[in-house]
């Protein structure tokens, strides 16, 4: 006896559902990996090579683009199976929890007018889902 396949509607969203943790995930092992780095002063060749060489080793910026990697390979598994105006604005959902976690893992200042922006991104995937 044969399974029976997959709900297409589930699907989708499950699928949007790992490109946004792996996206939100992404992003924030960046910045924590841009951060233990430090500012970037100076842009000559040789000085560059070395932060490129430091970044590659950096355990934030290599489980940052794995977690990105991941994101991609969902998002092609996406567009295969969804139209393009639902999977991007769907995905669009990683900004608010990005928006969360710089406030609260970061320690990071979100003015008002971000969380305002951040609320219009949910309203806008809530919209999508109906």
């Given at each position: 006896m044969?399974?029976e396949?997959p709900?297409p509607?589930?699907?989708?969203?499950?699928i949007?559902?790992?490109?946004?943790t792996a996206?939100?995930?992404?992003?924030?092992?960046?910045?924590?990996g841009?951060?233990?780095q430090?500012?970037?002063?100076?842009?000559?060749?040789d000085?560059?090579?070395?932060?490129?060489?430091?970044?590659?080793?950096?355990?934030?910026i290599i489980a940052?683009?794995?977690?990105?990697?991941?994101?991609?390979?969902?998002?092609?598994?996406?567009?295969?199976?969804?139209?393009l105006s639902?999977?991007?604005?769907?995905?669009?959902?990683?900004?608010?929890?990005?928006?969360?976690?710089?406030?609260?893992?970061?320690?990071?200042?979100?003015?008002?007018?971000?969380?305002?922006?951040?609320?219009?991104?949910?309203?806008?995937?809530?919209?999508?889902?109906i």
């Amino acid at each position: 006896m044969r399974p029976e396949p997959p709900n297409p509607e589930l699907l989708k969203w499950a699928i949007v559902a790992v490109i946004v943790t792996a996206t939100t995930a992404g992003e924030l092992l960046q910045a924590l990996g841009m951060r233990h780095q430090g500012e970037i002063h100076d842009f000559r060749p040789d000085a560059l090579g070395s932060v490129g060489a430091a970044l590659v080793r950096d355990r934030y910026i290599i489980a940052s683009f794995c977690a990105m990697a991941v994101s991609f390979f969902a998002f092609m598994s996406l567009v295969s199976v969804a139209d393009l105006s639902f999977a991007v604005p769907a995905t669009a959902a990683s900004y608010v929890f990005e928006t969360i976690l710089a406030k609260y893992v970061l320690g990071e200042h979100v003015a008002w007018k971000r969380w305002a922006g951040a609320s219009l991104v949910a309203c806008g995937v809530a919209l999508l889902s109906i």
